[in-house]
């Protein structure tokens, strides 16, 4: 495949001269918050992962691109391979919207195999003058170069009958010899749902109807729909826009959740469930997209931020990165995420190996810089709560907390003393509720402007953009009882 200079990466965007984008890139690289091991945008915005796909031996995973500065211009595709999910390539460039059809936007859309050749389906993106919005769905094939041939006129052109201009990011799946498609959809009344495509050549497509998944008046629109198979049940995966904060639940401006479904019909799409659950109780986390392993595993990453906020980077010529990679799984019927095992290659040593009893605040200073994992279990049978400090000064004032109380059986981060504010608007706790909290373990990644967390081995997770102050980097747990704890740190390379 191509190497792509920084130069010709630059030059194929637009006709802007090459010193705004090495203005830009200097800006860029000078932030004191990139990161270490989480994909990241050169310069400008990313948002959604697209064209997640295993192919011909390696990880292709493209993301929603705006090259020129963090907001949300006319986006590209800008595309990274992986043999194994944690070193990653750059490709340069994956799709330009060159073309008449997708003059304003190569949105999101997703990847599928065809005659042995990696095609994708994407989202073109048209405004008139009046600024009178026309979608595209179009089909396109993965040349030796790495650019894509696209098949026009698109596959899809416009909008049908019943639905408004907001209708995109095609999902392609295949059963036997048929390929199907699903879209994110708005309904003219303004109501938000998932259709279905069908097509024998993955060119020409029918609209077989509307998913059925029993949620009437959900949201006004639903971004980013991912329909697939686990242990035999079916899970569709979807960001739906418009839900009003409900308990814990829909804190953020916009969710990223699911069903699950024991018998889905394909002839009727109707796919019966329990009810929506948000996947992430963390801060910053959206638009999913999953793709399957050789080895069966279901794979997922999505953008670790969220649409129409601010970022503290936005000053410094960049925005957003994806979340690690996690494998999905499904425990009691509902969806659990764990990081990727191949994730321990990034280890380069263990820093920190503790057991011990935890009465009042212990303090682990750290040296080096916010790159580590940490595996924290916790044996709360005393009822005691717990607090763990991560990025601390060492002056103990600033910090991001995670409490554990049995008494409630929730866990809640609070980022209001972590560094730079922002998001502020939407609250800065968010909380989880387990159903049994005798022993409560974390697993967590933190990176230098972002912290996930897996609880109880994917039982829930916490995903979360943080931007930490120079120093605050240390460690802490703090009880005001008895409480037994095994703590590991590994810092990452
Ligand atoms: C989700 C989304 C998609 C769209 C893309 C455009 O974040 O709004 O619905 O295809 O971003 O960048």
Sequence with gaps: MKEWTRAERYKKITDHPEEYFVALAEKVDASAFRQHYHIQPHTGLLNDPNGFIHFDGKWHLFYQWFPMGPVHGLKHWYHV??????????????????????SHGAYSGSGFVKDGQLHIMYTGNVRSKEWERTPNQI??????????????????QGIPEGYTD?????????????????LGAQRTDETGTAVVYESADALSWKLKGELDIQLP????????????????????????QGLEP????????????????????????????????????????????????????????????????????????????????????????????????????????KSIAEEGTLKGKIAFEREGRNSYEMKLTL?????APVTVNLCEDDDQENRFSITIDPTTKKITIDRSACGIPFGEEYGTARSLRLEEMD????????????????????????????????????????????????????ELG
């Design 81 to 102: 391979t992986s043999t194994d999910l944690v070193h990653w390539q750059d490709e340069g460039i994956g799709l330009l919207p060159d073309t008449a059809y997708d």
């Design 139 to 156: 089909v396109a094939r993965m040349q030796a170069d790495g650019s894509f041939e696209k098949f026009l006129p698109p596959a899809i």
């Design 166 to 182: 907001h209708f995109r990011d095609p999902k392609v799946w295949k059963v036997e010899d048929t390929y199907y498609a699903i």
């Design 217 to 240: 008046d959900f949201g006004y629109m639903w971004e980013c729909p991912d329909l697939f198979e686990i242990d035999g049940q079916m899970v569709l995966l979807f960001s739906p």
């Design 246 to 349: 409900e308990g814990d639940h829909y804190q953020n401006i916009f969710q990223t959740g699911y069903v699950i479904g024991k018998d889905f019909q394909l002839d009727s799409l109707d796919l019966e469930n329990d009810g929506f659950h948000e996947l992430d109780a963390g801060f910053d986390f959206y638009a999913t997209q999953t793709a399957e392993s050789p080895d069966g595993r279901r794979i997922l990453t999505a953008w670790m931020g969220l649409p129409e906020m601010a970022y503290p980077t936005d000053r410094e010529g960049w925005a957003h990165c994806l979340t690690l990679p996690r494998e999905l799984g499904i425990r009691n019927g509902r969806l659990i995420q764990r990081p990727v095992r191949e994730l321990e290659e990034l280890r380069t040593s």
């Design 379 to 383: 044996d709360l049978s005393e009822q």
């Design 439 to 490: 022993q409560v373990s974390l697993h967590i990644f933190v990176d230098t402007s972002s912290i996930e967390i897996f609880v109880n081995d994917g039982e829930g997770t916490f995903t979360s953009r943080i931007f930490p102050n120079e120093g605050e980097k240390n460690i802490s747990l703090e009880s005001p009882e008895k409480t037994t704890f095994n703590l590991e740190i590994w």
